[in-house]
C-alpha cells in the first residue's frame, strides 16, 4: 500500500495535482489521466509511423535537361498528281476503238480512242459539193456582172453619140440598174461561199474530234470506255480517260485545322507517312496555304498543298498520308517533361510532406507538424498568375516553382522563364500514400 500510495504521489507530483482526496482534485486528477493516455497513444502512433515506412509519400521525378525541341503540327490528306486531266468527247457516236489501256504512257497529241465516222465523212463530202457549187455561182454572177456593165457602156456612148436622144433616159437607167444588180448578186454568191467553206469547216474539225487525242503528256490513270460502246454528250461531255501529267512530282493535300494553321507557312518542311510503307518517311514542302475554310462534323479546317518528290514512283495518287510539318526549331533550350507540368498534387499529399518535413524537430514536432511554408516563385505575380507550375522536392517537402513555357513536340516542353535548370528532378507524379 505504501509502495502505490508514493507511485500515485509521484505521478500526482507530475501532473501538478494535489495527492489528497477531495471533489475538485479528483476531478483534475481524471483530466490529467485522460490527456496523459491521449499523450501516449499519439506518441506510439508517430512512432510506428516513423517505423513502418509504408505509409510514406513517394514520388516519381524526372529531370529537366537542355536540348533541342521541334515543334510538329500534324495534319492528313490525300497525295495528287499536280496536272490532273478528265479527257471527255464532245460528239455523239459509237466508239470505233480505243488505242490505249491503264498506266500506258501516252504523248501529247496522241490518238485515245476512235469514233465511227461514217455519217461525219458524209457531211464532209456533202459540205465540200456545197462550196464547188458556191464557188461556181460565184463565177456565173461575176459574167452577169460583166455582161450588164458592158451593156450599161453601150448606152452610155449611144447617148454621147447621139447628144443624149438615144437610147432614152428610161433604158439608160435600166442598164445602170441592170449592173448593180449583178454586183449585188456576185456579193451575195460570195457570201455564199463564206458560209459554205465555214459549214466545211465545222464538219472537218467534227471529223478530227472523233478521234480523241491526249492534250497532255502523261499517264493513263483511268479508261472507262470500251470499243463498241455507245457515247452520249449532251449538255456535258463524258469522261472517257483520266490523265496525270508527271507522277514523278506529286501534290500532298491535308486538312490544317484552324488551331494550328497561324503557324503554318509556306516553305516550311515536312515529312509525311503512308500506310503502304509505314516504316519509311516522305521529305515535303508547303507551296501553299489556302484563305478557303472548310468545315466537316463542326470542325474548320484549311487546304494546305505540299510539294512531294516521287522520283522512283513508289507513291501513287489517293494514298492517305498522315503529314507532320516543322512549325519551330528550338536549339540548346531547357526542357521539362509535358508530365511535371501536369502535376498537381492533392491537400493530402501536401499535408503528408509537411508531416514528413517536421517529423525531425523530436516528437513534439511529430505531433504538432508546422504548416508548410509557403516558397517564393521565380516570376513576378503578375507572370505568376498566367504562368505554369512544376514541383520540386526539397527536403522531403513539395515545392512549387512558376515558369513560363514555349513550344511542345507533346513529350517535352521549353521552359523561357523559371528557376529550371537542367538536370533538376521534377515531380512528375505519385507512386504510392499511406
Do not use: C
Not at 453601150?154 to 441592170?178: C, F, I, T, Y
Not at 472523233?210 to 492534250?215: G, K, M, N, T
Amino acid at each position: 500500500m505504501d509502495e502505490r500510495i508514493d507511485g500515485k504521489d509521484d505521478i500526482a507530483h507530475v501532473l501538478g495535482v494535489d495527492p489528497v482526496p477531495g471533489g475538485g482534485r479528483t476531478r483534475k486528477k481524471w483530466l490529467a489521466a485522460v490527456i496523459l493516455v491521449l499523450l501516449m497513444a499519439a506518441a506510439g502512433t508517430v512512432l510506428w509511423m516513423k517505423k513502418d515506412g509504408n505509409g510514406a509519400v513517394k514520388f516519381r521525378t524526372q529531370p529537366s535537361q537542355r536540348g533541342n525541341l521541334t515543334v510538329l503540327v500534324g495534319a492528313s490528306g490525300n497525295l495528287e498528281p499536280i496536272n490532273q486531266v478528265d479527257v471527255g468527247s464532245e460528239l455523239s457516236g459509237i466508239v470505233r476503238s480505243v488505242d490505249v489501256d491503264f498506266n500506258d504512257q501516252v504523248e501529247k497529241g496522241q490518238v485515245l480512242a476512235k469514233l465511227d465516222t461514217d455519217k461525219l465523212d458524209a457531211k464532209v463530202l456533202q459540205s465540200r459539193a456545197n462550196l464547188a457549187a458556191a464557188e461556181a455561182g460565184v463565177v456565173r454572177s461575176r459574167a452577169a456582172v460583166r455582161e450588164a456593165l458592158a451593156a450599161w457602156n453601150k448606152m452610155k456612148k449611144a447617148n454621147e453619140l447621139s447628144g443624149g436622144e438615144v437610147p432614152s433616159r428610161n433604158d439608160l437607167d435600166g442598164a445602170q440598174w441592170a449592173y448593180r444588180k449583178a454586183l449585188a448578186e456576185e456579193n451575195s454568191a460570195r457570201a455564199q461561199v463564206d458560209q459554205v467553206r465555214a459549214t466545211l469547216d465545222a464538219d472537218e474539225t467534227d471529223l478530227k474530234k472523233a478521234f480523241i487525242r491526249s492534250p497532255i503528256r502523261g499517264i493513263v490513270l483511268n479508261r472507262t470506255v470500251e470499243p463498241g460502246q455507245t457515247v452520249a454528250a449532251s449538255l456535258q461531255a463524258p469522261v472517257l480517260f483520266t490523265l496525270a501529267e508527271d507522277l514523278t512530282r506529286m501534290e500532298l493535300h491535308v486538312d490544317v485545322d484552324e488551331a494550328d494553321v497561324g503557324r503554318v507557312a509556306e516553305g516550311q518542311e515536312a515529312t509525311f507517312t503512308v500506310d503502304a510503307y509505314p516504316e519509311r518517311t516522305f521529305p515535303a514542302r508547303i507551296t501553299q496555304v489556302r484563305y478557303s475554310s472548310q468545315t466537316t462534323g463542326g470542325v474548320v479546317t484549311y487546304e494546305t498543298i505540299l510539294a512531294v518528290d516521287n522520283s522512283g514512283l513508289l507513291l501513287r495518287p489517293g494514298m492517305t498520308a498522315s503529314a507532320d510539318i516543322v512549325v519551330q526549331n528550338i536549339e540548346k533550350a531547357v526542357l521539362v517533361p509535358n508530365g511535371a507540368l501536369r502535376f498537381t498534387p492533392s491537400a493530402a499529399v501536401l499535408g503528408k510532406t509537411a508531416q514528413k518535413s517536421s517529423r525531425g524537430g523530436g516528437l513534439v514536432g511529430s505531433l504538432f507538424p508546422r504548416p508548410p511554408r509557403q516558397e517564393k516563385t521565380s516570376l513576378d505575380d503578375k507572370e505568376a498568375s498566367s504562368g505554369a507550375r512544376v514541383w520540386v522536392l526539397k527536403d522531403g517537402t513539395l515545392s512549387p516553382l512558376t515558369v513560363r513555357t514555349g513550344g511542345t513536340d507533346g513529350t517535352l516542353t521549353e521552359i523561357t522563364a523559371g528557376d529550371v535548370q537542367p538536370g533538376m528532378e521534377l515531380v512528375v507524379g505519385v507512386t504510392g500514400a499511406s
